[in-house]
């Protein structure tokens, strides 16, 4: 790691704490951060754990209601503003690593804030009448996380990298909702455009019932067309990042793309439970990065 610029401790065991909130939630990105060079390493898990904390906060508060939830958010976010100021963080986990790796690679502060706003939305937003719609969303969550990675992860051309970087974004928020239809409708969202459900004859009571109908299947493989489209745009992006960070994105592309066909091998039935990208796949996929980094080293 790289030798930290705060107190010592304390900075040190927050990278620690953002890493083990990403091996513990983000398997396969997780996964493939492992193909990193060690010295950016620390500040992926620790834009990660940001982006897990402020979920968090919104999702797996038991017994809070929406108001203290969304008080909640509101004190977090303020103490990271202040602490980008220069105030203490006072103790809090995560705070400590993002701000120092705001601090070192000059990440844009406004991206941190739509971060921020959409985690606030999903407070009282739980249905997107229109794909735009949950596009602006998406825009502030996992969009601008790829805007922050880029300089991080680093690219001879920032300013082309930044587009196929939120196409990326896109792509996997995208992934995750597909896979999490039935987790997201548990918690009172239902992040499917309402448009789309009208389009393919599925109401919102249907996907209560937990079945994977003819209706249900071809709307979710609209979804996952779309998905594919981002997962386009993004791929040639990764040749404008800097070359060691090429074999980490690489493998996060394909695993993630890789979960819309373990959901079409468990026949759409994410209603019901959550597909995944078996085991052995996702260490073949990170043997082969490791490979092709070597054969270019």
């Known amino acids: 790691m790289i030798a930290p610029t705060r107190n010592e401790p304390t900075l040190a065991e927050s990278y620690a704490h953002c890493r083990r909130l990403h091996r513990r939630h983000g398997r396969t990105y997780y996964l493939a951060t492992r193909l990193l060079p060690g010295a950016i390493r620390p500040h992926v898990h620790a834009l990660y754990g940001f982006a897990r904390y402020a979920d968090d ?5 038991p017994g809070d209601t929406a108001d203290e939830r969304a008080r909640a958010l509101r004190e977090w976010s303020a103490g990271f503003m202040a602490g980008l100021r220069g105030a203490d963080p006072c103790g809090d986990p995560v705070l400590p690593a993002i701000i120092d790796t705001v601090g070192r690679f000059g990440l844009p502060v406004g991206e941190f804030e739509a971060f921020l706003a959409s985690m606030a939305a999903d407070l009282t937003v739980t249905r997107y009448a229109t794909y735009a719609d949950l596009r602006g969303y998406m825009a502030g969550s996992a969009a601008a996380i790829g805007s922050l990675m880029v300089p991080i992860l680093g690219s001879g051309d920032a300013a082309a990298a930044d587009g196929p970087a939120r196409e990326l974004g896109y792509a996997f928020q995208l992934t995750n909702f597909i896979r999490d ?10 992040y499917l455009p309402l448009a789309d459900l009208d389009a393919f004859g599925v109401t919102v009571a249907d996907l209560g019932t937990r079945q994977a109908t003819p209706a249900f299947r071809e709307l979710l493989e609209h979804q ?3 998905a594919e489209a981002h997962y386009r745009a993004a791929e040639p992006g990764i040749a404008l990042l800097d070359q060691s960070s090429r074999p980490c994105v ?3 592309h394909t ?4 979960i819309l066909a373990a959901v079409r091998r468990d026949g759409h039935r994410v209603l019901e439970r959550r597909a995944r990208v078996p ?3 996702r260490l073949s996929v990170a043997l082969r990065e490791i490979g092709r980094a070597c054969a270019g080293r």
Not at 57 to 61: L, M
Not at 184 to 190: A, F, M, N, P, S
């Open 224 to 226: 996952m067309a779309r």
């Open 57 to 61: 906060i919104v999702d797996t508060r």
């Open 279 to 281: 085991k052995r796949r």
């Open 181 to 190: 239809v039935g987790e997201d409708l548990d918690r009172g969202r239902v």
């Open 255 to 258: 695993l993630y793309r890789d």
């Open 250 to 252: 690489r493998a996060a």
